[in-house]
Antibody
């Protein structure tokens, strides 16, 4: 059974940093691209960042480029999102999702339960 | 970025009704379209990919069609457990983009 479990969310002040983690199980982690998708309270889904299977290529939405860094550790089956210079508009539920394939252009066949990030003073 | 426009944004229907949601892409995306279901307080769930391929385990009352810029998602007979928000997503180009969502309620 595929499982994705996020952690690391919480309350942070504007300008602060947070690191999200996602631990995967039930599939060959190193064979799949992974992604982060967020959802602001009461709003729709927004793709944030993706990383290919090897970790050698990363992709970002313009809204987070230069502030967020996605990475992965295939030996630990973990995905990360380092979030710096956080803004109020980054407040959202952050979902880790498994891409069907190994590269960037895919749909997401499994999702974690999400971790809430709140940016507020 | 490719803009995905869903309609309607919300509506009510009765159990057993046929429900249709449309999704329009701002440029052609071939069949690189997925549909997700999100129930309140839960993560999204993949229902359909490649515009019309049903994900394993998804009931056959769900279906999708279309290619290019215009797509349709259909629930052939609405069930109480189908109450959710439905999203389309294109994976033709980066950035990957979602439609704004369609909230389906029971009348």
């Amino acid at each position: 059974e595929v499982q994705l479990v996020e952690s690391g969310g919480g309350l942070v002040q504007p300008g602060g940093s947070l690191r999200l983690s996602c631990v995967a199980s039930g599939f060959t982690f190193s064979s799949h691209a992974m992604t982060w998708v967020r959802q602001a309270p009461g709003k729709g889904l927004e793709w944030v960042s993706g990383i290919n299977d090897s970790g050698g290529t990363t992709y970002y939405a313009d809204s987070v480029k230069g502030r967020f860094t996605i990475s992965r550790d295939n030996s630990k089956k973990k995905l990360y999102l380092q979030m710096n210079t956080l803004r109020a508009e980054d407040t959202a539920e952050y979902y880790c999702a498994k891409s069907y394939g190994s590269g960037s252009l895919y749909y997401f066949d499994y999702w974690g339960q999400g971790t809430l990030v709140t940016v507020s003073s | 970025a490719i803009r995905m426009t869903q309609s309607p944004s919300s509506f009510s229907a009765s159990t057993g009704d046929r429900v249709t949601i449309t999704c329009r892409a701002s440029q052609g995306i071939s069949s690189y379209l997925a549909w997700y279901q999100q129930k309140p307080g839960k993560a999204p769930k993949l229902l359909i990919y490649a515009a019309s391929t049903l994900q394993s385990g998804v009931p056959s009352r769900f279906s999708g069609s279309g290619s290019g810029t215009d797509f349709t998602f259909t629930i052939s007979s609405l069930q109480p457990e189908d109450i959710a928000t439905y999203y389309c997503q294109q994976y033709h180009n980066l950035p990957l983009t979602f439609g704004g969502g369609t909230k389906v309620e029971i009348k």
